[in-house]
């Protein structure tokens, strides 16, 4: 239904150009931190050692990241799989608000973003930020369903926002497999390839079949994004050293995500098979950026975050083969809607303004990008903008918080929603919603209810206990899901 309405997209977002603005609304890189995301791709809290002193998986990059920032420890993603999340990083607004309802694209599919929503990105670039996407899109491209790709992918990365973008259009698993340049595939997409022959540890090294450019190699996705990614941090800086303008870089990892191909450096490096090896580059990749950013000379006034789209794809089989929980004991794994499906790791370096070594407890949301990295650009939004998503700036600056959102909403792969207030936790439904089984419960005696304080495992359903908090967070669930929004528009700054 939604890809019929898609079909009618019009033409590509107006970006504010740098000659509409004027000067003295043009931040300078003295003034505006420039901004790097590294979104990695079902990385669980688990993986990262500085979140789990007990992961199997030697991880110094982002160990030294949040050495250097601030951990999130009640982190979440806005939907426990990978479409819908990076649409809420990206618009500060629930996917699940708009036509995609549950699970994701596919590598084909029409764009997702509405033309003329505002986007993190085009709020950065109307302030005057170079801003690129590097990496896995995963929003659609173009018109129409199925993609043509023979015609230039619009509307795509380039008309949300985005100078530049290098990457590839969905998960390592999903066809066409094919780097993409701006609005074109860098080659012609004239080879395929088969099911994964190589179906490694139990299945886990699926791709499907279809499309490819000639000589696709899976195993080279990883270091190319970090090559470009690289790249473009040095000539971003030097052009910003020039004209002063700063930069905004968003590197959508494909990885840990399957198939799991880490490259020869790092296979075999861990205890934890592929998944840990692969995990391992994912580590060595932030590093590697971090020290381009170091070595352009604007580590000091560079926001950089470290994330995850969803939670770790690791159920309890894997965890008692491998001796390694990526998702440190929450309940569930990737596309459920237990913890384990959306608690991700969340780490922030903003030299001068974060203190090192520092942990926020808050509950905060991948949507809050939105507002966060937007507010440090010096930039605003609509008020019909944002709709879930929180400037998270007085948190990094460890001053007092008065969370303008009275909860936030997780989403399961299957689309079943749970409200989160406070320790309260009211899922809709039974069952988890996503890979684990049972994925739906039918009876008559209602959803779940947890009380995440005194059961953070999420063991002893509390539904029939507390009818009263049940009525209650239900209807704020309701109200918050009709009215549109949950972070009222009196959040947002003044224009
Ligand atoms: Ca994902």
Avoid at 134 to 163: A, C, E, M, R, S
Wanted: one cysteine or more; hydrophobic letters at 35%.
């Amino acid at each position: 239904m939604w890809n019929l309405l898609l079909i009618c997209l019009g033409l590509a977002l107006p970006a504010t150009t740098v000659e509409n603005r004027s000067p003295e609304d043009t931040p300078t890189a003295e003034t505006k931190p420039n901004i790097v995301i590294i979104l990695a791709d079902d990385l669980g809290s688990g993986d990262l050692r500085c979140m789990n002193p007990e992961s199997s998986i030697p991880t110094p990059g982002m160990d030294d990241i949040a050495n250097q920032g601030m951990r999130f420890t009640d982190a979440h993603s806005a939907s426990a799989v990978c479409t819908p999340s990076r649409y809420g990083l990206l618009t500060g607004r629930y996917c699940w608000r708009g036509p995609l309802k549950e699970w994701v694209l596919g590598g084909s599919s029409p764009a997702l973003l509405e033309p003329g929503r505002d986007t993190l990105a085009s709020l950065l670039s109307s302030r005057g930020y170079r801003t690129a996407c590097i990496g896995k899109w995963h929003l659609g491209l173009g018109d129409q369903d199925p993609v043509d790709w023979n015609q230039p992918l619009t509307p795509g990365p380039t008309d949300v926002g985005f100078d530049e973008f290098y990457g590839i259009s969905a998960s390592l698993d999903m066809p066409p497999y094919v780097f993409i340049e701006d609005a074109r595939p860098e080659s012609p997409i004239t080879s395929s390839v088969d099911h994964s022959k190589h179906r490694r540890q139990g299945g886990a090294g699926f791709w499907r079949a279809g499309a490819a450019s000639e000589n696709f190699d899976f195993q080279d996705v990883m270091p190319k994004i970090t090559e470009r990614a690289v790249d473009t941090v040095m000539r971003f800086a030097k052009s910003g050293r020039e004209d002063g303008r700063p930069f905004l870089l968003y590197v959508p990892y494909t990885a840990p995500h399957t198939p799991w191909v880490p490259s020869d450096p790092y296979s075999g490096r861990t205890e934890v098979g592929h998944y840990g090896d692969f995990v391992m580059q994912v580590d060595a990749s932030v590093q590697r950026i971090a020290q381009a950013v170091r070595d352009a000379g604007v580590e000091d006034n560079t926001l950089f975050i470290v994330t995850s789209d969803n939670g770790s794809h690791w159920p309890d089989q894997d965890i008692e083969r491998w001796g390694h929980d990526g998702n440190m004991g929450w309940r569930g794994q990737k596309a459920d809607i237990w913890e384990g499906g959306h608690r991700i790791p969340l780490l922030v370096r903003w030299p001068g303004v974060v203190n090192s070594n520092s942990t926020s407890d808050e509950i905060i949301c991948l949507t809050d990008l939105f507002a966060t990295c937007v507010t440090a650009g010096g930039g605003h939004w609509d008020s019909q903008a944002g709709e879930d998503s929180v400037d998270i700036g007085p948190l990094l600056r460890q001053e007092p918080w008065n969370d303008p959102r009275e909860a936030i909403i997780h989403q399961s792969g299957d689309g079943l929603l749970a409200l989160r207030c406070g320790k309260w936790k009211l899922i809709e439904a039974k069952g988890s919603g996503g890979f684990t089984q049972p994925r739906r419960v039918k009876d008559s005696s209602g959803g779940q209810l947890y009380d995440l304080e005194a059961d953070p495992g999420e063991t002893t359903n509390l539904w029939l206990d507390h009818p009263g908090e049940v009525a209650r967070l239900q209807a704020m669930l309701d109200r918050l899901r009709e009215s549109g929004r949950t972070v009222p528009p009196a959040n947002t700054p003044a224009p």
